[in-house]
């Protein structure tokens, strides 16, 4: 039981290019999140995915598209990175009262 | 408004010396709050949750909703104590279980 993994862990973008940030949960929980993390900022969520099929935006949605792909799998894209998306980005799920995170992807775009 | 305010962005304490961290909220029903920890470069993981009135390695919470306060404490820190904490709070009856987070507190134990 893996629990919450992402892909990758680290990422260097350019400004302007793309990627998809990967998130999947093997523990067959119906919501997802990703949120982003900043030094005095705390957590803020960019999306949430209360089941299959369905998103909707959290705090900071500007710049972000995601995709729940199935149960398993939610991801996150940058389709024009800009440096002020410089972050750690975590995924998580939720299931018996408490809110799994994955280990985070440090993003650093130059 | 719903928000989960964490006052001090670091507390230093020494080894064997009382820790508080404090945590406040604003919300109109009743919440369920949790403390969540971030060791050094891991992943967030719950540390407790006040419906369970638990004591984790040390740590206690108690909800006074008079004060709107979930402080956590432990009487002796430990080194191993050093990391990020945050505070947040569930909106009762949410569909979606959006937790609201403060924006954390670093504890520093020094030996």
């Known amino acids: 039981n893996a629990g919450v993994t992402q892909t990758p862990k680290f990422q260097v973008l350019k400004t302007g290019q793309s990627m998809t940030l990967q998130c999947a949960q093997d523990?067959?929980?119906?919501?997802m999140y990703w949120y982003r993390q900043d030094p005095g900022m705390g957590l803020r969520l960019i999306y949430y995915s209360a089941s299959e099929g369905t998103t909707d935006k959290g705090e900071v949605p500007n710049g972000y598209n995601v995709s729940r792909l199935n149960k398993r799998e939610f991801s996150l894209r940058l389709e024009s990175a800009a440096p002020s998306q410089t972050s750690v980005y975590f995924c998580a799920s939720w299931g018996s009262y408490e809110q799994y995170f994955g280990p985070g992807t440090r993003l650093t775009v130059t | 408004a719903q928000r989960v305010t964490q006052p001090e962005k670091l507390l230093s304490v020494f080894k064997g010396a009382p820790v508080e961290l404090k945590c406040n909220y604003s919300y109109s029903g009743s919440p369920e709050l949790f403390w969540y920890v971030q060791y050094s470069r891991q992943r967030l993981q719950l540390l407790l949750r006040?419906?369970s009135r638990e004591s984790i390695k040390g740590f206690t919470a108690d909800l006074n909703k008079g004060e709107t306060s979930f402080h956590l404490k432990k009487p002796f820190a430990q080194e191993e104590d050093s990391a990020m904490y945050y505070c947040a709070l569930l909106p009762y009856g949410g569909a979606t279980n959006k937790l609201i987070f403060g924006t954390g507190t670093l504890l520093a134990v020094q030996p």
């Open positions: 006040h419906i």
């Open positions: 523990m067959n929980h119906n919501s």
